[in-house]
């Protein structure tokens, strides 16, 4: 029984880390990143957002998101083709300098469109829903760049 133990006990551990270090299925198939809709839905409850101003925020994701997409996945083509060069080839310089500058044009695209976006989506708010957005982005703020909004 003794002997039993052990390896029992070491089972029961491995098996609970592995259901904690699941995929975390409650967040789907992207998680609940980069769904628009799911955002103007949660914009809606904590703005009270019209039936007009929904569908304003639908036409901006649809004039703004195709090119989003279009940026980053040229950004994610031009980092895999850094990652590929060859650091004793002759124009390795050259060719490191064309895609980081590459990366740079893209980022500032990436930046400009979001600054572009976020001034429409305000236009389309109240004065009072503006302050609100402000509060919880500035709540948010607190852990922008942190994964710990995932733990429970």
Do not use: C, W
Not at 80 to 109: P, Q, S, T
Not at 113 to 127: P, W, Y
């Amino acid at each position: 029984m003794k002997r039993l133990i052990v390896p029992v006990l070491s089972l029961m551990m491995l098996t609970s880390t592995a259901a904690f270090a699941g995929d975390h299925g409650h967040h789907g198939d992207k998680g609940h990143h980069g769904k628009f809709e799911n955002k103007v839905e949660f914009l809606t409850q904590k703005l009270d957002l019209t039936e007009e101003q929904q569908t304003q925020l639908k036409s901006l994701q649809e004039e703004y998101m195709p090119e989003k997409g279009d940026i980053r996945a040229k950004m994610k083509a031009v980092r895999e083709e850094m990652e590929a060069l060859d650091v004793n080839a002759k124009d390795y310089d050259k060719r490191l300098n064309e895609l980081a500058d590459a990366v740079a044009a893209d980022a500032g695209k990436q930046a400009k469109n979001r600054i572009l976006f976020s001034g429409k989506m305000k236009a389309v708010l109240t004065q009072e829903q503006r302050d609100e957005l402000a509060k919880m982005m500035e709540k948010r703020g607190d852990r922008k760049g942190s994964k710990d909004h995932h733990k429970k």
